[in-house]
């Protein structure tokens, strides 16, 4: 088989480019469903590949649990450099393991965390807290919880009565799109995957995005939605950012789509554009992936089968 | 009571701020902490009540001012004043805070405040044409 075992862990770095086409020229609707798949299914097959090399990689190892048969030289033979991989196999799938049980751990803790703040206040939707720091954020709810939008009052205050329109109708757009499902499941990608990291900053973005498209259609007015971005981010300046780049950070290039004209809704571009370039690259390399996942996981599963003693 | 550990005493205290706020709210007007204490029935020592007080009050979640040779408490904030004090800890404490919640803008960058005003000021002086 070759170093085409090792494909999957490497595939995801065709990642970067994808996210970059697509995040600038799709819909981002279409961008952040397309990304969200991309990095599941990438990350999914990377770690299957990395437990299947571990499982050969120890076989031979004294003391493991595993059937004699599957430390058989030939079983060893379809994994390259078996004893380096599958010894650097087993702290990089711990480490993957602990690194996803922590983020779910945190995510489920601190939504309950939030909402148990908010218990002492009446069962409304917006819950609109005395401080003094302007924050805004959407609250998604649990199983004894409604979905809830959290805003200060000093950002209202800094806010028009059109403008917080949008800022409500962007939160509800995050709450109603269930955009933290696309945000966890990215985030877990790129901890299972360090080269998916770009497809979390990337979604991070276009989900922003789909709730200011949202929210620019419910209000009816693109730039509205735009300064009340632009205010809300002015207000909260004093927030401390260390950024090491130069490039214009998310907040602007948000605006300056919105003053831009709406972009098309989602549909499948032709392939002789960037944009097509983009979405039938992502989709061909995630079916690549996958199908080479999915061969190395069925030929290492049959030569573990036939090897293994009945 | 120690053999019990940290969670349920830490549960316990949550409750008796609530129990000391709620107390304090039914004064006409500011009232000493001995006030506060027969309030509750006694069930609670004096310096328990000071000690509650005087965490509420680190929490902005009251005020005092001194009267005669004690301080006067008044309650400074309602059920909201307190929730949101309790969501900026929960914020604070989430270090990575937009890992789990989306909020509305995140920070700007050192060219992100010139870039953004000048989107904006050109937004404006195009005007309602």
Partial sequence: MGVFVFLPLVLPLTAWPVARLAEQHLHPRTA???????????ATCSTLCLGLVMVVGTAQLPGNPLPDGWSDPEVRAAVPYDEVAGRAAIPALCAVVLACARILWRHVRTRRRAHRALAGLPDTEVAVLPDGTPYAYALPGTVSHRDRVVVTTALLGHLAPAERRALFAHERAHLTGRHHRFLLAVRLAAHANPFLRPLHTAVSYTTERWADEEAARTVGSRR??????????????????????????????????????PPAPGRWPAVFTSVGLAAWGAAAGTAVSAMSSANSALTLFSILRAATPL | MSEHGQRPRRR?????????????????????????????????????????????????????????????WTPASDHAGLAAHKMRKVLDAENDREAVLASFVTGLGPDDERLLRELLGRSGSEGED
Avoid at chain 1, 32 to 42: E, P, Q, S
Avoid at chain 2, 30 to 59: H, N
């Fill in chain 1, 224 to 261: 509205t939605v735009a300064t009340a971005i632009g205010r809300a981010a002015l207000a909260s300046r004093p927030a401390p950012l260390p950024t090491a780049f130069a490039s214009p950070g998310p907040v602007p290039r948000r605006v300056a789509a919105l003053l831009a004209p």
């Fill in chain 1, 32 to 42: 952040t469903r397309m990304l969200t798949a991309v990095a599941a299914t990438m």
């Fill in chain 2, 12 to 72: 316990g205290q949550g409750e008796l701020e609530a129990l000391v706020l709620s107390a304090l709210r039914e004064a006409d007007g500011p009232a000493t902490a001995g006030w506060v204490q027969e309030r509750l029935g006694g069930d609670l020592a004096y310096t328990t009540v000071i000690t509650i007080l005087t965490r509420l009050l680190a929490k902005g979640a009251v005020t005092r001012e001194r009267a005669g040779r004690s301080f006067a």
